[in-house]
């Protein structure tokens, strides 16, 4: 693994292979780019490559390899555990894919969208959407993640409950390897036998076996109505496991068209209440708060009203507002966009993207809080996510107070731990959709599966003997 400081030839080298213009050592251009979203990592290079086409990316490659210079892909920055920052030693050169953004096509007959790995989220859905389609993933970063970024992470997102993570929506790929050749499987075939499937490794790899250019998108016919309600659970605290009874429920009656469950305690209304001013829909108080959404081609307001009336006649909620406009319908999805602004804005956390089986999950997020709030008394819990996919967002915040820093780094590495072998004891993973990075590295190779690890350190060897690709993140 490099971890030499690139010198002055191989900085020359690189700027070739970029091509003239597509290159920057500014100090103001490179400091955004050298720090993560949360604060958490900052990293030093001496150069910003800027590529705009594959084959520029390739000639980078090519380059580095030679004269043993560590890459660093980095799409739109928005990542969560360090996995897009240089090391903090200058040795890694930062390779910016923001320039080469273009939609090369959009096929509607096949549900298909090409886009190269700079493009920004956001505006692949407008893409989609311009073709009647739309884009089955959104995030909260959605105006600045890039498609890139998004596969390198196998990223999740609201909907991932009906339509998969990331994984399931890229139908092809095109990518540069770490040797610089480049993989080009970006047909988008439903059926394609033809051995090992390469992309899928590099889907969640993270940058550590190569750069993604481009990808072939998965569409799904643009919905033509949607119906969005708020529920509350009362106060007591089996309001997740009668969430998912109510989840179990709308499938049901909606032949599988719920889009979006997502699942937020009491607490994380009261933050978004005291920071930013936005009031819960409901009168009362409830112990649990869900969004839901339903999206198909028929009317499903009717259906969504009957199902809820059926499941508040059963115990399961004790009160629902249903959006009448997309307006209200915004202002619903609002509450649950903000949440983690409005957790921010309330002091530090440790943070936590957890998952077990869906099955599990009502029982964790009461369980599981509970036994850290036990432990580290003081410590309040805000656990929220994505109830049909097993997804928690399951965060520690200090007590409230001005010693909340001081309390997390003495108490917070503790906290991690008790919470990373609760999950483990509940058969879950430490990394539901965020990725490893720098973060969760030491973490995966303890609690690990000793078996994958040592597959994955394999093709690792394998594929990139050098080490230049991202090094130092994941494995």
Known sequence: MPTAIPSPAALAALKTAAGDGNWTDAPDVL?????????????????LLLPRTVEQVAAIVKAAGRHDVALVPQGGN?????????????????????????????????????????????????AASAADCAFPLTLGAKGSATIGGLIATNAGGMQVLRHGTMRALVMGLEAVLPDGS???????????????????????????????????????????HRAVAWLGFG???????????????????????????ELMPHFGLQLLDRQLGL????????????????????PLDTLLVD??????????????????????????????EELPAAERRDGPAVHHDISVAVAAMPRFAVSAARAVEAAFPGARVIAFGHLGDGNLHFNVKAPDGPDAAAYLGTHGSAITDLVYALVTAAGGSISAEHGIGVLKRAALARLGDPAKLAAVRAIKAALDPRGIMNPGKMI
């Open 78 to 126: 928005t990542g969560l555990v360090g996995g897009g920052i240089p090391a903090a030693d200058g040795s890694g050169v930062l390779v910016g894919l923001n320039r080469m953004a273009t939609i090369r096509a959009v096929d509607a007959g096949g549900l298909t969208l090409t886009v190269e790995a700079g493009a920004i989220l956001s505006d692949v859905h407008d």
């Open 235 to 261: 106060a007591a605290g089996d309001g997740p496991q009668r969430a998912l009874a109510v989840l179990a429920r709308l499938r049901a009656a909606s032949g599988g068209q719920v889009e979006s469950f």
């Open 307 to 336: 199902t809820l009336a059926a499941a508040s006649a059963a115990g399961e909620i004790a009160d629902a507002a249903v959006a009448a406009s997309d307006a209200q319908a915004a202002a619903l999805w609002r509450l649950r």
């Open 182 to 224: 480049v993989l080009h499987q970006l047909t988008g075939l439903a059926k394609d036998n033809s051995g090992y499937d390469i992309k899928q490794l590099m889907i969640g790899g993270e940058g550590t076996l190569g750069i993604i250019t481009a990808a072939a998108l998965r569409l799904v016919p643009r919905p033509r």
């Open 31 to 47: 400091a955004p780019r050298l720090v993560d979203w949360r604060g958490r990592y900052r990293g030093a290079t001496p150069l």
């Open 279 to 298: 009031r819960a829909p409901l009168a009362g108080t409830h112990g649990w708060h869900a969004l839901v959404e339903l999206a198909g081609q028929e």
